[in-house]
Structures are given as structure tokens and as C-alpha cells.
T-cell receptor, first 114, second 112 residues
Framework: EAGVAQSPRYKIIEKRQSVAFWCNPISGHATLYWYQQILGQGPKLLIQ????????DSQLPKDRFSAERLKGVDSTLKIQPAKLEDSAVYLC????????????FGPGTRLTVT | AQSVSQHNHHVILSEAASLELGCNYSYGGTVNLFWYVQYPGQHLQLLLK??????LVKGIKGFEAEFIKSKFSFNLRKPSVQWSDTAEYFCAVSRDGQNFVFGPGTRLSVLP
């Protein structure tokens, strides 16, 4: 079974630039999560999708972050404009459904904002 | 908002020593509890989870955790650690499959 795919793996941008991350969940998984993990901290949930609907985006900084999951499969997370404090690893995870709870994580995208 | 704390930032043990990693959460309602592990260079993966029932939960690789509701705790244990258990361990809490909150993590180093 193929795992959760993410790209790019690394990205370096200057502050005020925009960036987008892509995630392809495990086939058949209805629930998709985006997390931000700052160095030395645990993952922080940014947004959770159930199919193509948003379940929880309470911690997403909506003035600069946006995410979509068209057709209920792939997802993109965008930051515009980026700030220095956005430097982190962005993790995507998926689970079979909202009720199954076991999340499978991708390798993450390491973002450095200079 | 709920929060998760993990008692130790970095734990160093010798092989065959016993392990206990502390985890406390703040939410007073019904919660689901998890331990995730990240081995060096690998993805986060689930070690074990608690939804309901027996508060002593067994996971993969000989790990277990005990849910103590009165103490809002979900400590992870292993009777005898191996060098291959060197990793970062994260406790996490959710409510009804939403509002996932992870702790800051505990780095475990096992000396051969």
C-alpha cells in the first residue's frame, strides 16, 4: 500500500513570498489533515478535511494560510505571504474515516523562510 | 482549549532498562488518547490508542499505556527498552475524531 505522498520535500523562500504544498493521501482515505511542526514542538493541527469538506480549521491562520481538497482526494496548503515564523515542517496525514482515528503521516515538507 | 503536556524533554536509558514516559491532558470530557513515535529519518507512526474499555492498552513493539481518568494521564511504558527504541515519542488527544492536540514530544535515547 502506497503511503501519504507530499511535495516538495524542502522549500526555501523569502518572507512575503508565497508557497504551496501538495499532499496525496492513501487511496480510499476520506479524512485528511495538515499539521505544522515547529522545531522542538509537537505537530499542531491546522486543518482537517472529511472528503472535500472542512471539519476543523480553528487553528489555521486564515489571513495568510489557505487549504483546499478538491474532489476529496489531493490537497494543497498555501501560505501567502510567508513570515519568518512560518518556518516549520508541514505534515500531511490521512485516515480511513473520521471515526477510525489512526492517522498515517507523510514525510513532510520542510519550509525555511529567510 | 485542551492541551497536552509531556513530563520529560529528553530521556536517556541503557538497554534493558524500564521506560515510563508521562503524558497529561487538560480536557475533562470524553477523549481519545494516542501515542505516536517518530524513529530517526522516518514518518510519525501510531504506537497505540485508547478509545474506551480496558484502561491498559497494548501497542506494537511491546509498548503499553495506562489511562488514569482521575489523573488525566496516559503514561507510556515498556519493561525493557532496546537500542532500536531510540526515537521521539508524542502523546496526542482528540475529541470525537476532531480537535487533535499533540504534546511537545519526548526524545528517548537508548544506549547500547
Amino acid at each position: 500500500e502506497a503511503g501519504v505522498a507530499q511535495s516538495p520535500r524542502y522549500k526555501i523562500i523569502e518572507k512575503r513570498q508565497s508557497v504551496a504544498f501538495w499532499c496525496n493521501p492513501i487511496s480510499g482515505h476520506a479524512t485528511l489533515y495538515w499539521y505544522q511542526q515547529i522545531l522542538g514542538q509537537g505537530p499542531k493541527l491546522l486543518i482537517q478535511f472529511q472528503n472535500n469538506g472542512v471539519v476543523d480549521d480553528s487553528q489555521l491562520p486564515k489571513d495568510r494560510f489557505s487549504a483546499e481538497r478538491l474532489k476529496g482526494v489531493d490537497s494543497t496548503l498555501k501560505i501567502q505571504p510567508a513570515k519568518l515564523e512560518d518556518s516549520a515542517v508541514y505534515l500531511c496525514a490521512s485516515s480511513l474515516s473520521q471515526g477510525s482515528y489512526e492517522q498515517y503521516f507523510g514525510p513532510g515538507t520542510r519550509l525555511t523562510v529567510t | 482549549a485542551q492541551s497536552v503536556s509531556q513530563h520529560n524533554h529528553h530521556v536517556i536509558l541503557s538497554e534493558a532498562a524500564s521506560l515510563e514516559l508521562g503524558c497529561n491532558y487538560s480536557y475533562g470530557g470524553t477523549v481519545n488518547l494516542f501515542w505516536y513515535v517518530q524513529y530517526p529519518g522516518q514518518h510519525l507512526q501510531l504506537l497505540l490508542k485508547y478509545f474506551s474499555g480496558d484502561p491498559l492498552v497494548k501497542g506494537i513493539k511491546g509498548f503499553e499505556a495506562e489511562f488514569i481518568k482521575s489523573k488525566f494521564s496516559f503514561n507510556l511504558r515498556k519493561p525493557s527498552v532496546q537500542w532500536s527504541d531510540t526515537a521521539e515519542y508524542f502523546c496526542a488527544v482528540s475529541r470525537d475524531g476532531q480537535n487533535f492536540v499533540f504534546g511537545p514530544g519526548t526524545r528517548l535515547s537508548v544506549l547500547p
